[in-house]
């Protein structure tokens, strides 16, 4: 049978016909090309006549003549198949790399080259992807992390440069262990419980954790977690993303603390504003009782004086006198408390003998509140001077002194008891009056917060407040105990060590 019969045999043509590779039938000495199939007609975009009965070379890469013949050669003198990765050239003259495989046959002792042709484009291209990509992930500033879902504990197989920058660990320290080893012993994390479910059931998530370098340095990571799963849907990996946020977390907690301070500066401000609303209220409507006392007084003894008896003239003068009074000890009040609220009060201590300084107290109270007494009982040297300050004393006990008579019953005795105790100066001031109820202790000290049992009493709100303030300044402390219909003991403690006066004024007079 001619080469041509066994070339054109019915079976050995289907075969070649139907093959999906590209195939070239070459005779093995001239390297003529015998016959093509359809695959390599569209792969190298030749027809099957621009091909047959053409050299080899037809097909041949630019330098490509040389290594292609020592192939052949070699695959003759062999007597075996053999394979080679080189490029062809395609009828637009564009490279075609492919794998060319060489398989030797012999008809009628002729040799022929059957080459199978395999396009390694799209391989090329899918590894040049994947190289990209790998130096794209190698060279991210974010980290990216890769861990094994199908080991115990999710273990790192891969880390980036941009994960050993982030935390300080290298590859060799990170890759194998769980990235749980960022958190160290800080476990109790909200974000945490989220991740953990995430991995269980294999879901995507993102999440903020508190992390920590290799150093020990905190920094907030922003973790992207992205389940992979092979083509039977079985979950492999996790690949994780992570952003380095701590500047944007600070930041943020930053604005929140700015947030809470200016609402709290808000808040203050309007507190300060009821406080003069509830101030000027008060002031305008306590300084209207001793104001009309004076007038009413004033008026009959401007009408009646030569009239009026002796007894009567006497009572409208010591009404006037009693009004002023109450007047002259509200602006007093008034001035302490506006500049204790600026702290701009001024410290000076005097020696100061106690009892004499109670005996006066007691003179100037007494007469606005006739048929009350007050009793002063004193264990103290009544020589000895103590370094105190008598404006602020006249702050402390006056009105102390003015709520117990003012809310104890007419006829009733006020006790005032001084003694040393170890290095301090003790004053119990106690009544049998109406007492402080239980609901308003806690708020006792608050500037015009008054006790809802007072009923019509006059008063401010500011008299404990203003006693308190002034205790303060000379270092000392306020306490009592109160039981309502029984009555109230106020216990002023100061110290008696106080030798050099000092001043409290966190405002310069610049």
Known sequence: MALDEHLHAPLAEALFEQNTEAIL????????????????????????????????????????????????????????????????LNANGNPIPCEL?????????????????????ERIRAMEDIELRNVAIA??????????????????????????????????EAVGRSCRF???????QPDLERLRLALREGSPCVVTIRNYKKTGELFYNELHISPVRNEDGELTHFVGIQLDVTEQVNARESLQRSEARYRQALEREQELNEMRARFISMVSHEFRTPMTAIQASAGLLHRFS???????????????????????????????????????IEVSLQPVLPEAYFTSVMESIQPIFPGRQIRFESTLPSERPYPLD??????????????????????????????EDHADLLFEITDHGIGIPQADQERLFEAFHRAGNVGARQGTGLGLTIALKAIELLGGDLSFSSEENVGSTFIVRLPTQNTTPHHHDNNSDS
Not at 46 to 53: E, H, N, V
Not at 55 to 81: D, K, N, V, W
Not at 109 to 118: C, F, K, N, V, W
């Open 25 to 88: 039938l070459v005779e093995g000495t001239s390297l003529e090309i015998l016959n093509v199939n359809p695959s390599a007609v569209a792969l190298l975009g030749y027809s099957r006549d621009q091909m047959i009965r053409k050299p080899l070379s037809l097909l041949t890469y630019p330098g490509q003549e040389r290594p292609l013949q020592r192939f052949i050669g070699e695959a003759i003198r062999l007597a075996r198949p053999r394979s080679l990765s080189t490029r062809l």
């Open 101 to 121: 495989r060489l398989r030797l046959l012999e008809i009628e002792g002729t040799p022929l080259l059957l080459l199978s042709l395999r396009d390694l484009s």
């Open 306 to 344: 030569e009239r009026l008896p002796p007894d009567k003239l006497k009572r409208h003068h010591e009404n006037i006198s009693v009004s002023l009074k109450r007047m002259n000890r509200l602006l007093d009040d008034v001035l302490f408390f506006s500049r204790s609220e600026a702290n701009r």
């Open 182 to 188: 960022l958190q160290g012993a800080d476990r109790s």
């Open 390 to 419: 008598t404006h602020l004393l006249d702050h402390i006990f006056q009105n102390l002194l003015t709520n117990a008579l003012k809310y104890s019953a007419p006829d009733t005795t006020v006790l005032c008891r001084a003694r």
């Open 139 to 172: 060279n991210v500033t974010s980290g990216v992390t890769i861990a094994d879902a199908r080991q115990p504990d999710l273990p790192l197989i891969y880390v980036n440069q941009g994960f050993q920058q982030i935390t300080g660990y290298s590859a060799r």
